[in-house]
């Protein structure tokens, strides 16, 4: 039931979301398909920082990077390119991706599953209560009996560093964005974002300079970023290991930054890039209403309930519970959520146990990832260290792909590395590690395994066809065989 005046409405919905993104819009898919009624409320554009500025945009753009690498890997491919990439064509492409970031379409997705859309800035107003104010004024308060869904993402951080302000550093969003390829690019941060703008610019045509403080790719295994970092520096990236930014200068707006190395150098770029690390998007959404930190990472149990709020009403998806701040793992928690919520309306009992229905436990084991660099890079459950870290009695095993014949047909000198960390109690995979042109498709099998605890007795007899990439499966099988 609505009522309504001149400026400010009152509804009453089942499921409130803040927040749409992906994530947003899959709790809200699985709220409605549970038979509950739900409002979604986005402050920007539908379809949220994944579909315009994160995921969608990137792979878009280093599509054409990457596929003009594989011609070149391939002799007769490569003698065919004879020309640079069309970067007014590479940015055209994007902009298709992104529809010109025109949020129609994904707004009448919204609407066709049978939720109402609230365009504004909401904020929590006390238990089980949104406000939404609208650009034009006008206020919204919404009530709900089941839960609000908080899937509000998160936002870069700049680092708290002499004349950052003055350099106007780019984002992320600017790195995906933008259509000008800048002469000189200066990227600071060697994870995902870092690694896979550098690919992404240096094969656009610019000097990218790549600083990171550690290694690239810190959350993988080592060699991970190691191969990354070779293939960057054979691209012409000037790729610099053990390096920080102490102070920016920009007296001239249109004219180039200067960066100060902890080293005592100078570095002097077009564009100065950071993506140093992030934050969650909650400082502004009423979490002190219900006796919440603003700004503050929300912390859920196993079904994104969050802790320390009277009742059971108030969930948090994707990035801003930090748990894995990935887009498909967001999508997860959501719609795993939504079951939940909709269990709990019913007056259902939940299946939380690990790996049952209403539990996130993908987020503790297998997580995938990949980074879209040259090679790519993917990954799934833990890394050796982390499996050692926490008490298991484990083997590693490694092979160089170059040892499978079906990736040396898939690239002349094929080069990568795979690794698989064994649980040697349980017989089964802990984690996956696969580095190499192509290996993103790879890496689903992967999770199968991992996800699925599938015995290595077992999983030799999945057999990989001949020849394709993903024999590589049975030469890690068969050198842990071998011991």
């Given at each position: 039931?609505?009522?309504?005046?001149?400026?400010?409405?009152?509804?009453?919905?089942?499921?409130?979301?803040?927040?749409?993104?992906?994530?947003?819009?899959?709790?809200?898919?699985?709220?409605?398909?549970?038979?509950?009624?739900?409002?979604?409320?986005?402050?920007?554009?539908?379809?949220?920082?994944?579909?315009?500025?994160?995921?969608?945009?990137?792979?878009?753009?280093?599509?054409?990077?990457?596929?003009?690498?594989?011609?070149?890997?391939?002799?007769?491919?490569?003698?065919?390119?004879?020309?640079?990439?069309?970067?007014?064509?590479?940015?055209?492409?994007?902009?298709?991706?992104?529809?010109?970031?025109?949020?129609?379409?994904?707004?009448?997705?919204?609407?066709?599953?049978?939720?109402?859309?609230?365009?504004?800035?909401?904020?929590?107003?006390?238990?089980?209560?949104?406000?939404?104010?609208?650009?034009?004024?006008?206020?919204?308060?919404?009530?709900?009996?089941?839960?609000?869904?908080?899937?509000?993402?998160?936002?870069?951080?700049?680092?708290?560093?002499?004349?950052?302000?003055?350099?106007?550093?780019?984002?992320?969003?600017?790195?995906?964005?933008?259509?000008?390829?800048?002469?000189?690019?200066?990227?600071?941060?060697?994870?995902?974002?870092?690694?896979?703008?550098?690919?992404?610019?240096?094969?656009l045509g610019s000097q990218v300079t790549l600083l990171a403080?550690?290694?690239?790719?810190?959350?993988?295994?080592?060699?991970?970023?190691?191969?990354?970092?070779?293939?960057?520096?054979?691209?012409?990236?000037?790729?610099?290991?053990?390096?920080?930014?102490?102070?920016?200068?920009?007296?001239?707006?249109?004219?180039?930054?200067?960066?100060?190395?902890?080293?005592?150098?100078?570095?002097?770029?077009?564009?100065?890039?950071?993506?140093?690390?992030?934050?969650?998007?909650?400082?502004?959404?009423?979490?002190?209403?219900?006796?919440?930190?603003?700004?503050?990472?929300?912390?859920?149990?196993?079904?994104?309930?969050?802790?320390?709020?009277?009742?059971?009403?108030?969930?948090?998806?994707?990035?801003?519970?930090?748990?894995?701040?990935?887009?498909?793992?967001?999508?997860?928690?959501?719609?795993?959520?939504?079951?939940?919520?909709?269990?709990?309306?019913?007056?259902?009992?939940?299946?939380?146990?690990?790996?049952?229905?209403?539990?996130?436990?993908?987020?503790?084991?297998?997580?995938?990832?990949?980074?879209?660099?040259?090679?790519?890079?993917?990954?799934?459950?833990?890394?050796?260290?982390?499996?050692?870290?926490?008490?298991?009695?484990?083997?590693?095993?490694?092979?160089?792909?170059?040892?499978?014949?079906?990736?040396?047909?898939?690239?002349?000198?094929?080069?990568?590395?795979?690794?698989?960390?064994?649980?040697?109690?349980?017989?089964?995979?802990?984690?996956?590690?696969?580095?190499?042109?192509?290996?993103?498709?790879?890496?689903?099998?992967?999770?199968?395994?991992?996800?699925?605890?599938?015995?290595?007795?077992?999983?030799?007899?999945?057999?990989?066809?001949?020849?394709?990439?993903?024999?590589?499966?049975?030469?890690?099988?068969?050198?842990?065989?071998?011991?």
């Amino acid at each position: 039931m609505t009522e309504t005046d001149e400026n400010q409405t009152t509804a009453t919905y089942d499921v409130v979301v803040l927040g749409a993104g992906p994530v947003g819009q899959n709790v809200a898919d699985r709220a409605r398909a549970a038979g509950l009624t739900v409002a979604v409320v986005e402050r920007e554009l539908v379809g949220g920082e994944c579909s315009y500025w994160a995921c969608v945009p990137s792979k878009a753009l280093l599509r054409p990077v990457i596929a003009l690498a594989d011609a070149h890997r391939v002799d007769g491919a490569r003698q065919a390119v004879t020309g640079a990439l069309d970067t007014a064509r590479v940015f055209a492409r994007r902009n298709r991706y992104v529809t010109d970031w025109d949020d129609t379409g994904q707004a009448q997705w919204v609407k066709s599953i049978g939720a109402d859309l609230y365009r504004g800035h909401g904020r929590i107003d006390g238990p089980r209560r949104v406000t939404v104010t609208s650009g034009d004024g006008a206020r919204h308060s919404l009530t709900a009996r089941h839960a609000v869904a908080v899937a509000t993402g998160s936002r870069p951080v700049l680092p708290d560093i002499p004349g950052i302000q003055e350099a106007r550093p780019w984002t992320n969003r600017h790195g995906t964005d933008s259509s000008a390829v800048p002469g000189r690019l200066a990227i600071v941060g060697g994870g995902g974002v870092g690694a896979e703008m550098a690919t992404l610019w240096q094969g656009l045509g610019s000097q990218v300079t790549l600083l990171a403080r550690r290694r690239l790719l810190p959350r993988m295994e080592p060699f991970a970023g190691e191969l990354v970092a070779r293939s960057l520096t054979a691209a012409g990236a000037d790729v610099r290991i053990g390096r920080q930014v102490t102070a920016l200068r920009r007296p001239d707006p249109t004219g180039p930054v200067t960066l100060t190395l902890d080293d005592g150098s100078e570095l002097e770029a077009d564009e100065v890039m950071f993506a140093t690390g992030r934050t969650p998007s909650t400082d502004d959404i009423g979490l002190d209403t219900v006796g919440l930190t603003p700004g503050s990472w929300l912390d859920v149990d196993t079904t994104c309930l969050v802790r320390g709020a009277d009742g059971e009403w108030l969930y948090a998806l994707g990035d801003v519970n930090h748990r894995a701040l990935l887009t498909h793992q967001g999508k997860y928690q959501a719609r795993t959520a939504g079951d939940a919520i909709g269990a709990r309306a019913a007056g259902l009992p939940l299946d939380d146990s690990p790996w049952g229905d209403h539990a996130t436990t993908a987020d503790q084991h297998a997580v995938p990832q990949v980074f879209f660099t040259d090679p790519e890079a993917a990954a799934v459950g833990l890394t050796a260290e982390q499996a050692a870290h926490a008490g298991h009695r484990t083997k590693t095993v490694d092979v160089d792909f170059n040892a499978a014949q079906g990736a040396n047909l898939y690239a002349d000198d094929y080069q990568g590395h795979a690794r698989m960390v064994v649980d040697l109690d349980r017989d089964v995979l802990l984690g996956v590690t696969l580095v190499g042109p192509g290996v993103s498709e790879l890496l689903h099998s992967a999770t199968v395994a991992v996800a699925g605890q599938v015995p290595l007795k077992r999983l030799r007899h999945a057999i990989a066809c001949f020849p394709t990439v993903s024999e590589i499966w049975l030469f890690l099988l068969a050198a842990h065989q071998r011991g």
